[in-house]
């Protein structure tokens, strides 16, 4: 079921996007810390940028720690632009959603409750979600990796090598977070969009196999499951081939003026070790304020690596359903990143409109809506309060970066409780 007056939405939040570039110089947004961090600020890109022209390493202090590929895309333009393959995406979610069903024989029986267009409500998540507007107009490079990022996802659902190769090398070199997005990427190159867990079509065979039932339609239900090995190993060499070449294009730009090495202690060292502890709208730099020197290595470690202990159970869980799984590895690398901002949200909760219709029974909605908008409005209040006004301290700010944390993970446990529901009812309906 598509969304009335579309188009006329989408062409209403382009032409806001247009007047607050135009008119919103005043609000600042370039300085705010839920905005801008120091791996995406422009105005360190411009820092960088204008230590490149003197001859001088990009690097040289401790201003930029973005790529160098993006000094010489945004150096001379100090704007970004950036756009959204969500409805792509969504396409090829739902030629799978329908192919799983009707090899089950559960289409009428799916399609009969009200269904929307989840394409149309990703698209217009991203579109209309205030975090996404202030992103773009807020001059910080966090549009172009979540662009990179929906590429390789797109890519991945279209059996697209070489397209989902390339999203993942350059959304790896620019932020070293979608690295773990590689289990995602193999699943949905393997085995194809998602589709319900293989017990179901095991089931739907044995009862099929009592029944009559044309060789066709077994060879389609066992078809959806099977992984292709050929198209990961297709994806493998355009991995190898895409970072040969990002790696060359960087040490020819750093040739002069520093090397790989420096790149890689500034950019992935940086991100790693949480040396710029100025305010954000996480919790990793209060804690790593507070904490004594001689324990910083160990959290170090543990913070990082909480990241990774999450990556292996839920895709033993997950595995049937990869786009699923990459909203949830992108929605606790927003969570525990050293330096997170709104983009990072902006880019989740777009991805998650693409799973309304099996999200649509989700818990907490009406609290977690609000408790978005609360932390929202909170957060400008009290950095306001503590920087500039003098009336607050340090914990008013770092209590909405809790809260948003908190609702964060509530979040991600309740979209993952729904959809394992999802597939449970869907196994119910066969054996019924």
Aim: charged share 15%; aromatic share 14%.
């Amino acid at each position: 079921m598509a969304i009335r007056y579309y188009w006329p939405m989408v062409a209403a939040a382009v032409g806001f996007r247009l007047v607050l570039v135009l008119f919103g110089g005043d609000l600042h947004l370039a300085s705010r810390p839920e905005v801008s961090t120091p791996l995406t600020s422009l105005r360190r890109l411009a820092e960088g940028y204008w230590l490149k022209q003197a001859s001088m390493s990009p690097y040289s202090g401790s201003m930029y720690h973005g790529s160098p590929l993006l000094l010489s895309v945004l150096g001379p333009l100090t704007s970004n632009r950036s756009g959204s393959k969500h409805a792509h995406v969504y396409c090829r979610l739902q030629m799978s959603r329908n192919r799983s069903l009707k090899s089950l024989d559960l289409t009428k029986a799916v399609n009969n409750s009200a269904n929307v267009s989840a394409g149309d409500i990703a698209s217009l998540i991203y579109l209309w979600n205030p975090w996404a507007i202030v992103t773009c107009v807020g001059s910080c490079t966090s549009p172009i990796e979540n662009l990179m990022v929906v590429i390789m996802v797109y890519g991945a659902c279209s059996c697209l090598a070489p397209l989902a190769a390339f999203g993942y090398v350059m959304a790896t070199h620019l932020s070293l977070y979608p690295a773990i997005l590689i289990v995602p990427v193999i699943l949905l190159l393997g085995y194809g969009p998602d589709a319900p867990p293989t017990k179901v079509f095991l089931v739907k065979s044995s009862s099929d196999s009592k029944s009559d039932m044309s060789e066709y339609d077994k060879r389609t239900s066992l078809k959806v499951q099977r992984f292709s090995w050929m198209t990961v190993l297709h994806f493998i060499f355009w991995l190898i081939i895409w970072s040969c070449y990002v790696l060359l294009l960087s040490s020819m730009i750093l040739k002069k003026v520093g090397g790989l090495n420096e790149m890689f202690e500034k950019t992935y060292g940086f991100i790693l070790t949480v040396k710029d502890l100025s305010p954000n709208i996480g919790v990793l730099w209060y804690f790593f304020a507070e904490v004594f020197d001689f324990f910083r290595s160990f959290f170090l470690i543990v913070f990082n690596m909480n990241i990774l202990f999450m990556v292996l159970p839920l895709a033993i869980r997950l595995k049937h359903r990869p786009c699923f799984l990459a909203f949830v590895y992108t929605a606790i690398v927003a969570m525990l990143k050293s330096y997170p901002s709104a983009g990072d949200s902006a880019l989740y909760l777009g991805l998650l409109g693409l799973f309304a219709n099996e999200l649509a029974e989700m818990q907490f909605t009406f609290f977690l809506f609000f408790g978005y908008i609360g932390v929202s409005l909170l957060s400008p209040v009290m950095h306001n309060l503590w920087i500039w006004r003098g009336t607050g301290n340090a914990n008013f700010y770092f209590a909405t970066g809790l809260a948003y944390t908190c609702l964060q993970t509530v979040l991600v446990v309740e979209s993952v409780g729904s959809m394992i529901k999802h597939d449970r009812k869907l196994r119910l309906l066969v054996t019924s």
